[in-house]
């Protein structure tokens, strides 16, 4: 027994002062990583106020996908957004870099992941904090400008009354230089997430391919992809009214989501809002849901293809995904607990059950 | 002074400030250890080293600190729950509970290498190794801070989110698990 317990002392201790010694010389990556925080730190400082949006409203913003369709023009024709979103060219947002379009003819690129594009009161437009030189603008209401987040991007806009657009990946808005005294009218494609800076004398319209939402100062989330059947709008905070093609009215309440399926509402749901909106912040909150559909959500985020067999898309998963990883960590990740398996090829993911 | 000779405190408080000498002080003071307590949780460079890198640039982003007295044991805990939200994915047809555990504390060459030409030591440090892979997760993590870490018991507290009394406690009945284990395998 004796000569037990000093062995039982004699290892612990060696291992234990080896264990010590060895936790202090895993220096390796440690340069790396500490340029990656710096940059980090660079970048975040330019998205300062998008953080102090979360912090007011985590709501999501309304995504309003705006889908001309030829009946729903002549419906609008007098709407000088309307006309210029029909005259557009049909965006490649499989393109790499985010655009925004100043002028049909006259775009910037972006080069970063994210952009941050704000505009002032008057119209002056800075891209990334840099001010971007005024062509020839005498009425910037009547000004259209536009912007175009391919997939695995993202866009933080601020437009001339102040209201901000948080855009998701494969998404774009259509909206005037400056906003007019009688409505402010913006149009959207794909998911975005807008806090409107409340002004009851001039109402805030998103308008969809197949619903319009109309907004007096709130926080809410659009979702409505094109090539999606079904759309979600859900209220944060406020109160929004929303119609579709088939004259259909409702007014949602904060945390309530209604879905809308072709082009038509569907039922009120009550929900967390808060969930819906954490992608805002680099979050993606998962209801239960089949893995067909978070691969779907995924594939969009990070613009990379992922082809997922019918076997692999039953299986349900539910949870919180850090958006701010790389997609392989991410797979590795989701495979240590489902039983998926998945290789990679030319640059596209594959997913089978084990 | 200069920022090698500042306590983790003071530096602390700079980094409040946005003293960016300060933060980068303390970067490098706690990257080793804190990868290797990633490392030890059986994740990957990669996982760890990112995991590494949100928690510092949430550090100095963050509006909302406070001075705090165990910087130290303030990272290990914000590291540890960085890397289990990371974990946290629950599949409905496969149950899983948070799943962070250290049960790979050193691998068998080191031990070799450790007692060489020792053998009965070799079997001994074996036989720990297992005995501590059957521990709890609580378990695992005390005896690793408080013996591999060397934390104080004020830190432990903070680390581990109980009040230092449950601390020792924890750590006390851990050890007897141990030798207990190896206690019933030595008489195989």
């Keep these: 027994m004796e000569k037990d317990y000093k062995q039982f002392q004699k290892v612990t201790e060696r291992l234990t002062t080896y264990l010590r010694i060895r936790e202090n010389v895993q220096r390796r990556g440690e340069d790396e990583v500490w340029k990656r925080i710096e940059e980090n730190i660079e970048g975040k400082k330019r998205f300062l106020f998008r953080r102090r949006l979360s912090i007011i409203s985590t709501a999501a913003a309304v995504l309003l996908l705006l889908f001309l369709s030829v009946e729903y023009l002549w419906l609008r024709d007098s709407d000088p957004l309307d006309a210029y979103v029909a005259l557009l060219d049909e965006p490649t947002l499989d393109s790499s870099q985010i655009q925004v379009y100043l002028s049909p003819e006259e775009k910037v690129m972006v080069e970063e992941n994210t952009a941050s594009v704000s505009y002032s009161p008057k119209g002056n437009v800075s891209i990334n904090q840099m001010e971007q030189s005024d062509t020839l603008s005498k009425n910037k209401e009547q000004e259209f400008n536009q912007i175009v987040v391919p997939k695995g991007k993202y866009t933080h806009l601020t437009l001339s009354d102040g209201s901000t657009v948080h855009i998701n990946s494969g998404s774009r808005v259509v909206y005037p230089r400056v906003f007019s005294s009688e409505s402010r009218e913006i149009y959207v494609e794909g998911e975005v997430c807008l806090d409107v800076t409340k002004n009851e004398n001039v109402p805030f319209i998103v308008k969809t391919a197949s619903f319009d939402v109309k907004v007096l100062g709130t926080i809410f989330n659009v979702n409505a992809y094109k090539g999606d059947s079904d759309h979600e709008v859900v209220l944060i905070e406020g109160s929004v009214r929303l119609s579709d093609q088939h004259k259909n009215r409702i007014e949602l309440r904060p945390d309530q989501l209604v879905a809308v399926n072709q082009g038509k509402i569907g039922e009120i749901k009550k929900v967390d809002a808060s969930d819906y909106i954490a992608w805002t912040n680099g979050l993606l909150v998962l209801q239960s849901e089949p893995l067909s559909k978070v691969f779907k959500k995924l594939e969009r985020f990070y613009g990379i293809s992922i082809h997922v067999s019918p076997d692999a898309g039953l299986l349900k998963m539910k949870g919180k995904i850090d958006l701010k990883q790389s997609l392989d960590d991410l797979i590795v990740l989701i495979s240590s607990s489902a039983p998926i398996r998945w290789n990679k090829t030319d640059g596209e993911y594959y997913i089978d059950v084990k | ?188």
């Design chain 2, 1 to 188: 002074m200069r920022y090698t000779e500042m306590s983790d405190a003071q530096l602390w408080i700079l980094i409040i400030e946005k003293d960016k000498a300060a933060f980068e002080q303390l970067y490098r003071r706690y990257y080793s250890p804190l990868l290797a307590y990633a490392l030890s949780f059986r994740f990957d460079d990669e996982m760890s080293k990112d995991c590494i890198q949100d928690l510092f640039v949430k550090l100095f982003t963050s509006d909302s600190l406070t001075p705090i007295e165990y910087v130290k044991a303030y990272l290990y805990r914000a590291l540890r729950n960085l890397l289990i939200d990371r974990s946290n994915m629950v599949m409905e047809s496969v149950s899983l509970e948070e799943n962070l555990t250290i049960d790979f504390l050193i691998e068998d060459i080191e031990l070799v290498r450790l007692f060489e030409k020792e053998d009965d030591y070799l079997e001994k440090s074996r036989l720990l190794v297992k005995a501590y892979a059957q521990l709890s997760d609580n378990q695992k993590n005390a005896v690793y801070l408080y013996y591999i870490k060397e934390f104080s018991w004020d830190e432990m507290s903070v680390s581990l989110d109980i009040n230092t009394h449950s601390c020792m406690n924890l750590v006390a009945r851990s050890v007897a698990k141990l030798r207990k284990i190896m206690g019933t395998e030595n008489k195989k």
